[in-house]
């Protein structure tokens, strides 16, 4: 490349280290995006200003050649009336405009030529631009799903093993032990009860057995009797 090559390498050569350093990288490809358009705003000035020559010396060219047929068709003029001495001038001036003509047909090419050496320049480099443009919108996509797996391993990696986690452990500690107390009182509920019973048993079997006792004795007494 020539006049604008150092935009495609710098594209090429910067791009990643951009990347890497930025802490925004949607922000850095924007920026870098103008940086872009700014120079592709001068280089379509620079080719502006070429043409501008290339057109000037064309001009230059054509009037020096019409110049030069002009002069030759008054040469022939001035002799068919004699007047050889104006042919002389007309011709003189004749060789004149046609030096001129050369001089200027060497630079119109050679302005031409660089013209269109930089209007092809100046396209690769709007092909370059569009191109990463299309390309930013996927490394914008990119950042922020990369944001949002960073976001999410994030919050995985500290997800239950900080204090949520021991929260829920002392909850379930503190759960446990009040089964456990529940567990306890239920247990000493019903031995108190199995004890009462066994006691209002024991007093029930005594009374039956005072009861056929008597009962048998009272038998007794009527038979001997």
């Known amino acids: ?43 379509e000035a620079a080719v ?39 042919a002389r001038k007309a011709l003189e001036d004749k060789r004149l405009n046609k030096a001129k003509a050369e001089d200027y047909q060497v630079q119109y090419q ?29 490394l914008v996509s990119r950042v922020e799903a990369a944001k949002a797996q960073k976001e999410i391993y994030g919050v995985m990696n500290g997800f239950g093993t900080k204090g949520s986690r021991r929260n829920f452990e002392r909850m ?14 239920q247990d000493l509920s019903e031995k108190a009860k199995s004890l009462d019973l066994e006691l209002e048993a024991l007093g029930n079997d005594q009374i039956g057995i005072e009861k056929e006792l008597s009962e048998l004795k009272e038998n007794l007494t009527k038979k001997k009797e």
Do not use: H
């Open 1 to 43: 490349m020539g006049l604008f090559k150092r935009v495609s390498d710098n594209i090429r050569a910067n791009l990643n280290s951009l990347l890497d350093k930025a802490e925004e990288p949607e922000k850095m490809l924007d920026q870098y995006l103008r940086d872009m358009e700014e120079d592709i705003a001068d280089a």
């Open 48 to 86: 502006a200003r070429q043409l501008a020559v290339a057109w000037k010396f064309k001009a230059q060219l054509d009037d020096a050649l019409a110049m030069v047929e002009k002069r030759g068709n008054q040469a022939i003029e001035a002799l068919n009336r004699e007047r050889e001495d104006l």
């Open 110 to 138: 050679s302005c031409n030529s660089t013209a269109e050496k930089l209007r092809a320049e100046l396209q690769e480099m709007k092909n370059e631009y569009e191109k990463l443009r299309i390309k930013r919108d996927a």
């Open 172 to 185: 379930e500690e503190k759960v446990l032990r009040m089964e456990a107390e529940a567990y306890v009182a």
